[in-house]
């Protein structure tokens, strides 16, 4: 099973500022790495699939990068509705797919 | 636009049994594949189980394989999960997920609750 640690655990930024968060696969998983924004009370949803695409309606201010093992996820000029949970997830080695344990987007 | 809306969670004791369903919409139902994927309060998502969309392939998490088991009905645009022999460690927000392709879910429902519990 393929083990995803994101980090930092809590991020705290002002508004306004950029916000990069940090994604480690313990082996390669290519780039079949998504990420995704939780926020409480809600369902997940997609944010970037492909370590850097996209998903349908996601603004430009919100990038994914790397391959491998290393994956960050970026977001610029940080907005009141990005404050949230943000979890990776790997669906290159499955079953099963595996998330990280999330890192709290918080505002300084 | 595309909708999941799952039902059939609630308060259960150790060892009972609790059947979830979700309804699907918008979409071509049976042209793609589906997942439970849940949360436990306070905690980060877990895999649970996926369906290819003719259920010819069916996973299952270690963590519920032989207990839980994942069904689909592409006349009625529904998904299942009957879920025995329920533990304390089940309860959790269980989510319905389509996949946009083999495991990574795109749309996700809003989720319902299975509290386990005496």
């Known amino acids: 099973e393929i083990v995803m640690t994101q980090s930092p655990a809590t991020l705290s930024v002002s508004p306004g500022e950029r916000a990069t968060l940090s994604c480690r696969a313990s082996?390669?998983?290519?780039?079949?790495l998504a990420w995704y924004q939780q926020k409480p009370g809600q369902a997940p949803r997609l944010l970037i699939y492909?370590?850097?695409t996209r998903a349908t309606g996601i603004p430009a201010r919100i990038s994914g990068s790397g391959s491998g093992t290393e994956f960050t996820l970026t977001i610029n000029s940080l907005q009141s509705e990005d404050f949230a949970f943000y979890y990776c997830?790997?669906?290159?080695?499955?079953?099963?797919?595996?998330f990280g344990q999330g890192t709290k987007l918080e505002i300084k | 636009e595309v909708q999941l809306v799952e039902s059939g969670g609630g308060l259960v004791k150790p060892g009972g049994s609790l059947r979830l369903s979700c309804a699907a919409s918008?979409?071509?139902?049976?042209?793609?594949?589906m997942n439970w994927v849940r949360q436990a309060p306070g905690k980060g998502l877990e895999w649970v189980s996926s369906?290819?969309?003719?259920?010819?392939?069916?996973y299952y998490a270690d963590s519920v394989k032989g207990r839980f088991t994942i069904s689909r009905d592409n006349a009625k645009n529904s998904l299942y999960l009957q879920m025995n022999s329920l533990r304390a460690e089940d309860t959790a927000v269980y989510y319905c997920?389509?996949?946009?392709?083999?495991?990574?879910?795109?749309?996700w429902g809003q989720g319902t609750l299975v509290t386990v519990s005496s």
């Open positions: 997920a389509r996949d946009l392709e083999i495991g990574l879910p795109d749309y």
């Open positions: 918008g979409f071509t139902f049976n042209s793609y594949s």
């Open positions: 369906i290819s969309s003719s259920s010819s392939y069916i």
């Open positions: 082996q390669s998983v290519s780039s079949n």
């Open positions: 492909g370590a850097s």
């Open positions: 997830q790997q669906y290159n080695n499955w079953p099963p797919y595996t």
